[in-house]
């Protein structure tokens, strides 16, 4: 036991690092590690110009600038949301692509918005000296929820940049990030979603891959491109098997550094709930979409979210069920407890732990009523979305900045607005059918006997009080919404909207249950901050914390793999595409698009198409610019392999691989596949022609 | 409270009848309501010639001779089976369609069993009797399965023919029901599963439909066509709007009688508890029957039954959340109790009503850790199912022939042995994905920690074990099981088999588990007879029981419904089919089979196809012939409406439908898309031609 304390005090480090693991704060980047493993020197110039290149896409995703005049690039999974948006019955922009040959031919998007990255600031000690030492958890959590919507208040007027306090270790640390933000951004060039999406379902977070999943987009500001200084030169050749890669990105979440009670909490309860309720939705969105080409078209953006999400989750509790991974897990809990062990000093970190458990356990009896009350998951709707923002802005507005709802905040207003005031299209016939069947969904979750849920079907059918509430509500109409929000409470209340009636009818439970997990959060913050801070001292402060949805650098090589005894390479080509259809009989969705089939002969069939790499990525990382030692774009992320799945909890390139479009293939696809010379210029030349 | 009671006893029949509800007895039918509704006098020649000409497929479903020859119809989705389990990647008969043109080609069947019933004896006297008076309820339950293993060995022993005894009234009456019974049966016909199943999942129960849900049969008996005197005359006319109809066949099970904690039990826990393992089911086997042609091909049969049982109980939740069929099942049970209430002669029938309460509860907590351990949920495969049979009957054969697990007694012997030494193939890869998924059920369902989950994962992730668990069992191999069957004990353990060793493990709770099912439903039984006797006592014997997988007789009139203010027309055509096809673009499950396409100029257009009837039936009657007052066949039921689905708990006629293959539709395809002109022959002149 000594030996092995001793020597962890001496030579341990903070983790261990295991190959090119790691998603790296900007600010903290694994110097040593890169000049050690890869003589590469990350410079503060080479940092700054990918930070500032790298894109935040604000509904979830990542991309680039590629040019100076604001041309930047991300997944077509990513454009998709927006492209569904604009699409009608007869135009289908997801299902047939798009490509503007002319600037004013680009189509702006209804509600997106993009972010960029200036600087990262840490207010750690300023957030923690605001929150009283020995207040009870609640009062603690409004403190803490009053300084940080004042640092991000004075920061926004000070500066006029998106500002976002961001919770890094779990609690550990608190880090102010100022982003500046386009809401104008138009939709420049999108493939057929089906050689975006290649193989659909069948071959997501498969490899060998053939997917053509980009979209390009362009930043305006007051009505013309912006004007882009960071922006990432488009390597031609791109990358090869064996080159260090590096990705800039925004990973959403990962689960790396809970407490061994967390992630017992994640296997069996949050987990299985989630597949629960994502294969419900599934077999719903899929048979529905099956009646009609319009439904389908309908369900589309909905329908991949789902499956993308279950095919990962069922990786992910793979994962978590492999008795390796919990034993990794015990272990490194075990040996550090044993290091805090006897240590005054460090009594409150071990404390921790236990806090840790006692609130997941709290949390974990609430879970499935907040679940179906406060995160609306009985409500499945857009309108109930709108009808509680409307509900809630009208009585959060009034209050003190410090003192609202998360989401109300000043800082918050003008994303908010953005959404809420979103002219995207809402159908009745889906609307009806995903709140019905969650409306269904809420009475096996909390019993037909709750009175709550009696008061919320008001003696009807499931099926029945959602035709009435989506038929009675004008939650869909734009300037209702405008009229409401800005008339306030009042407004709101006179509406006598039937579904805003349901939000104002749960609110009380859903907020006494929101309640629930600030303060169970509180505490937890404040033990993962005991024990971050033993780590620290124990350890040193190397590493990285748990992904957050900012930015992040991972590096890796190219580099294939062994499965099933067998090696999989690491680069595929388009000659393997054309392999593929013919394999799979051109069966959907392993169908060619017709463009495809016809330019098939003017396609370099050896250009590479997809390749995979030991960078480390998660969710959220979608559209993020990989780049070689220059600083180029040689590729871009757009999915991991099956065995990357288990990523969130834990970190192994035996087999996991993050997987990327190669640069070449995008320029040979505009250029022999779309006749999209003009673009193709835009990316070498990173300016557009005069 | 004394005027209702009064009139109940003097004029209100049993049941409150509506329209033309019913599941008939054979020996009970509704004569009365049958001359009174429709002036038609159901005589005993009329109902003998149709109970024998009726047949019950073993695997699930109905059918019917049309032949003196041995030639009987049923669904497709009934053959399906046994087409699934003769098709190979090279010969896919299910996708293809068959045709045997001469007698030699006709295709055996690998384990289906059909009975066609000869005799009912009503044995509750004697099996009650047998019955001690105040047992404990296990010991009770054991009384009953021996005498009621006696009674069927002795009709077995006496007649040579299958008898099973029923239990009615769920556990007021036990008849025994004595089958003749045909185990080599040859396909003669099948048609692409495309047509039969036209529309797919999107238009299963949905109406107007377009489907030609057939597949003919031809039963032998020492080695030559079964020569039957009661076969069905086929009527070329057919059904016609406004006719009445009568439809024999075997309904698997309603739940119509079941108390009110038994029917809440049922929407709070059964029915939840099955729609997320069945979705949960359809997202594995569609996903991967996604991946291939020939995954497709195996998964296929599987998918198409989790699918169809998904949609009928979503429909069946919907209804039961319905909160006008809650009331009237509250007002139902609150009447008839008010007539119990205070009578003496009746505290036995008002104390059921607890104990089945009671018995519902005790039941409930132990529900999922029983299906997932007893019913085998959680070893999804069936090499599993095969390991425990072997592993059971070594157990049980020995044993005295009423004291055995009921599935191992004697006269159930020969259906055993038919499925246990089925040569039907069994896929490796397949076996690996629904155990692993099934194994990730079982630790989800009963917890990581569950010592006996901890045993069954064997330090592996359910992955790792169901591969290993496959790859290591001998249960696919015929031989194999012969010899240990025919070894017993010893041979079961010497053979070291890893499966068998799974099955072992899990035995001793299993069984316990088993016991509480039993004692359980002793109990319930009891109550049920109680509150039975009641019933007759009070209101006569009028009526009929839940369905219970034993022939009955529904009646009604094929008529339409109205739906959402339009009205739905009782008959499709052949028009209406490729009208579909055309407003559905041909595509998938909208295509029609090339053959469909090059005939369609040959066909009558306005042939009837489908038509919709309000004969009362439910899963199990798939392939009922539907019979004119002549008793001529006049079309085949193979699905009912959407609103026909919560008839699992109620009849009602306002909109629910029976759906059926029209007579004459069945004859123009098989002239002039198949060419089956011998066919049609035979089945117009009620003998195959010399």
Chains 1, 2 share one sequence.
Not at 271 to 292: D, I
């Amino acid at each position: 036991m000594k030996v092995s304390l001793l020597a962890a005090l001496l030579c341990i480090p903070a983790f261990t690092i295991r190959a090119d693991e790691g998603m790296w704060l900007f600010d903290q980047p694994p110097r040593q590690l890169l000049r050690e493993r890869h003589q590469f020197d990350a410079t503060d110039a080479w940092l700054e110009h990918l930070q500032k290149a790298s894109v935040r896409f604000n509904s979830g995703g990542s991309g680039s600038f590629v040019s100076a005049d604001g041309l930047l690039i991300s997944n077509h999974h990513v454009g998709a949301d927006s492209l569904q948006k604009l699409s009608t019955k007869e135009k289908n922009y997801l299902h047939e692509g798009f490509y503007a040959r002319a600037p004013t031919q680009e189509l702006k998007c209804l509600d997106l918005e993009l972010n960029v990255l200036q600087a990262i600031e840490d207010v750690t000690a300023r957030i923690n000296t605001a929150v009283p030492k020995d207040a009870d958890a609640a009062t603690a959590f409004a403190a803490r929820r009053k300084i940080i919507a004042e640092v991000e208040k004075e920061s926004l007027d000070r500066t006029g940049l998106r500002s976002d306090v961001v919770t890094l270790w779990e609690g550990g640390a608190y880090h102010l990030y100022r982003y500046k933000r386009y809401t104008d951004v138009r939709i420049v060039f999108a493939p057929e979603q089906q050689i975006a999406f290649y193989g659909g379902d069948p071959d997501n977070f498969e490899f060998p891959r053939y997917d053509v999943d980009i979209c390009l987009f362009r930043a305006y500001e007051n009505g013309q491109p912006a004007k882009v200084k960071n922006f990432l030169r488009f390597s031609a050749a791109g990358a090869r098997d064996g080159d260090l890669i590096f990705v800039s990105g925004h990973p959403a979440g990962t689960s790396r550094q809970i407490t061994l009670a967390e992630w017992e909490s994640h296997r069996d309860q949050r987990l299985p709930y989630y597949l629960g309720l994502l294969k419900r939705q599934e077999v719903l969105l899929a048979n529905w979409s099956a009646r009609s080409e319009e439904n389908a078209r309908r369900a589309k953006d909905d329908l991949f979210g789902v499956q993308n999400s279950r095919k990962a989750e069922d990786g992910v509790i793979a994962g978590l069920l492999d008795p390796s991974m919990l034993s990794a897990k015990v272990r490194a809990e075990e040996d550090f407890k044993a290091k805090l062990a006897g240590k005054p000093e460090f009594a409150d970190a071990l404390a921790g732990y236990d806090k840790i458990a006692e609130a997941t356990r709290i949390l974990a009896a609430q879970a499935v009523r907040a679940r179906v009350l406060e995160a609306g998951q009985g409500f499945n709707s857009a309108s109930f979305g709108i009808a509680r923002t409307l509900l809630r802005a009208g009585d959060e507005r009034p209050k003190p900045n410090g003192e609202r709802l998360t989401e109300f905040s000043d800082s918050g207003k003008e994303s908010l607005e953005l959404e809420l005031f979103s002219d995207k299209p809402i159908y009745a016939d889906f609307e009806m059918l995903t709140l019905a069947d969650s409306l269904t969904f809420l009475v096996e979750a909390l019993g037909v006997g709750d009175p709550l849920v009696q008061k919320i079907l008001a003696g009807k059918s499931p099926r029945e009080r959602a035709a009435e509430l989506i038929s009675g509500t004008k939650a869909r109409d734009v300037a209702f919404r405008r009229r409401l929000y800005e008339g306030g409470a009042v407004s709101v209340s006179a509406a006598n909207d039937p579904m805003i009636a349901l939000a104002r009818l749960v609110d009380a439970d859903a907020r006494a249950l929101r309640k629930v997990y600030e303060a169970q959060g509180e505490v937890k913050q404040q033990a993962h901050a005991a024990i971050s801070r033993a780590r620290n001292s124990l350890l040193g402060t190397t590493g990285y914390p748990d992904a957050t949805f900012t930015l992040r650098l991972a590096f890796g090589v190219v580099k294939g793999y062994e499965d099933a005894g067998k090696q999989v390479p690491a680069v595929t080509t388009f000659a393997g595409l054309y392999e593929r259809a013919q394999e799979m009989k051109n069966r959907p969705p392993f169908d060619l698009p017709p463009l495809w089939v016809k330019r098939k002969s003017s396609l370099n069939l050896n250009t590479p198409l997809n390749f995979v790499s030991t960078a480390d990525i998660i969710g959220g990382n979608s559209g993020s610019p990989v780049v070689n030692r220059a600083g180029e774009f040689v590729g871009i992320i757009f999915d991991g392999n099956l065995q990357s799945l288990p990523w969130d909890y834990a970190f192994s390139d035996k087999q996991g691989r993050a997987t990327s479009v190669h640069s070449a293939a995008i320029l040979e696809a505009l250029d022999k596949v779309y006749g999209a010379q003009e673009l193709g210029r835009e990316l070498l030349n990173g300016r557009r022609s005069k």
